[in-house]
């Protein structure tokens, strides 16, 4: 196991950013619940404590026994982690008499702590918090304070104990990858070997040993990052011994099957072909619910993978694109139920194939993904290909799917995409697509009274697509790709635009 700096969670919204800032600094750390803390092991270098939502003053606040960790590695408090270690020495956590959220300076700093050491004075923090350290408990020290937080940050006197009221893990605390620095590199020794080519080499090694010999792997490949990714580094684990199976279920985007089954034979993977589009479209025949449209697809891919995977002689396991965001979201951390999420692509088939399970991106988050893909050499096509939704445009068409609707969403699509990259705009997006609504508009094309249908526009901006904003494209350029879909998809008459952001609205349409 490579050095790395363990997260307890505590239910934040910033914890994933925690993560994201430790890992830029060429770093491994993991995610747990407090409900789930992990023994101390030597590779474990240091503990960050997450924030809360939750007031160390609750009957039932997160209250995790700190004690394998405290003294023995650096502890770090952020937030309520930094209550919670006062709390539980007895220092007096309280209301604040003004919460304090938002920008903050720390007026006074002692500049020649370890853990402060560069910060400039009155630099920028941002405070989230409704409760505040009063009284600090004996042995603790303030090493930096704001004008209306007396104790900002501290140190425990005689370990490597610290707690910060603030959060360097967000770009408003804009000298907190200072902070973040010092804590993982200076103070917990770190050596920042944690590269995507580290990441490729280490895991390569870790497949070998765990495959055996003469097993063969299936891998369900879908023509996105992820599934890409995983197929390569398995690939260069285990060669020809990877069987890939990329289904076309008739709902992909236009000319894209033949283009990416292509990008994967010049790879060299051993990857099939299935044309399954008919048995997907029967299975559609007469659903409109969202829900529904789902499970049929779902119901059928696993049927069809599932006939297909018995084609290859000596399967044993099944590789998954799993990646971080999965892992981290299928334990809560509000209480010891654990809840597994179901993949995007292979639903329950492990258990129906009764194969074994290998996710080689289960410690990556997306961005990490990609530049492992990079290293690896994966195409520009796919390695920046915006994320495409499982069941594929059967959800980016409202109402029933018919081939007939797919074709004219396909063309219309195709016009979007390919004009948001002659426009140089399709990587100042993180998604974009088109949607068939289930309504018609009147028009008028020359001299004729039109009764046809209607098609909206998405593009959003986002980091993870946990959140989104709709991308602010040029006037022009809408007005130049709504009159091209008009003039050549036959169907179609009317062209919207979606501005919606993510919440309250979601990417997709269903």
């Not at 360097?168 to 944690?194: A, R, Y």
């Not at 990052?225 to 236009?254: C, E, M, Q, T, Y």
């Not at 059967?394 to 004009?419: S, Y």
Request: with cysteine; proline share 6%.
């Amino acid at each position: 196991m490579p050095q790395q700096i363990l997260i307890l969670d505590f239910g934040s919204q910033y914890t994933q950013l925690i993560a994201r800032r430790i890992r830029e600094l060429n770093v491994y750390c993991e995610i747990h619940p407090f409900t789930h803390a992990p023994a101390l092991t030597e590779d474990i270098r240091g503990v960050v404590l997450s924030g809360s939502p939750c007031s160390v003053r609750d009957p039932e606040a997160p209250n995790p026994d700190l004690s394998q960790y405290l003294g023995r590695v650096p502890v770090l408090g952020v937030c309520y982690g930094a209550q919670l270690l006062a709390h539980q020495r007895g220092g007096d956590v309280l209301p604040a008499t003004i919460r304090e959220y938002g920008r903050a300076h720390l007026t006074h700093i002692n500049q020649h702590h370890p853990l402060l050491h560069g910060l400039r004075p009155g630099t920028q923090v941002w405070m989230s918090h409704g409760d505040t350290i009063k009284t600090l408990p004996e042995g603790f020290l303030t090493i930096a304070g704001t004008p209306d937080v007396q104790v900002a940050a501290y140190e425990l006197e005689g370990q490597p104990t610290f707690g910060i009221q603030f959060h360097p893990e967000v770009t408003h605390s804009t000298e907190g990858k200072i902070l973040m620095q010092n804590f993982v590199v200076n103070i917990c020794g770190c050596d920042q070997s944690w590269t995507p080519e580290h990441f490729v080499d280490s895991m390569v090694l870790t497949l070998q040993n765990t495959i055996g010999p003469d097993d063969q792997v299936i891998l369900g490949l879908s023509g996105g990052v992820d599934s890409s990714v995983a197929a390569l580094l398995l690939h260069r684990a285990i060669g020809p011994r990877l069987h890939g199976i990329f289904v076309d279920n008739g709902l992909l985007r236009k000319d894209e099957y033949e283009g990416v089954l292509e990008s994967y034979k010049e790879l060299g993977l051993n990857v099939r072909g299935v044309n399954a589009s008919q048995e997907f479209y029967a299975a559609l025949a007469g659903h409109t619910d969202p829900e529904k449209k789902r499970k049929a697809i779902g119901r059928t891919f696993i049927e069809v993978f599932d006939r297909e995977a018995h084609k290859v002689d000596g399967a044993n396991w099944l590789a998954q694109g799993t990646i971080y965001p999965d892992v981290i979201e299928s334990v809560s951390v509000k209480g010891p139920a654990v809840t597994i999420k179901s993949h995007h692509n292979v639903g329950g088939l492990p258990e129906l194939m009764n194969l074994k399970v290998v996710e080689p991106l289960r410690a990556l988050f997306k961005d990490e993904v990609r530049e492992v893909g990079d290293a690896l050499g994966l195409p520009h096509n796919i390695l920046h290909r915006h994320p495409f939704p499982g069941p594929g445009l059967a959800i980016r068409i409202l109402g029933e799917v018919t081939p007939e609707r797919v074709q004219i969403l396909q063309r219309a699509d195709a016009i979007f995409i390919d004009g948001l990259r002659e426009f140089d705009l399709y990587n100042e997006v993180w998604q974009a697509g088109v949607m068939l609504l289930p309504i018609h508009s009147v028009g008028v094309m020359g001299d004729e009274r039109t009764y046809e249908q209607v098609v909206a526009l998405r593009a959003v901006t986002s980091v993870d697509g946990m959140t989104a904003d709709w991308a602010h494209l040029p006037y022009q350029f809408l007005a130049h790709i709504s009159n091209k879909i008009i003039n050549q998809v036959r169907g179609i008459n009317r062209v919207v635009y979606d501005i919606s952001s993510k919440p309250p609205a979601t990417i997709e349409w269903e």
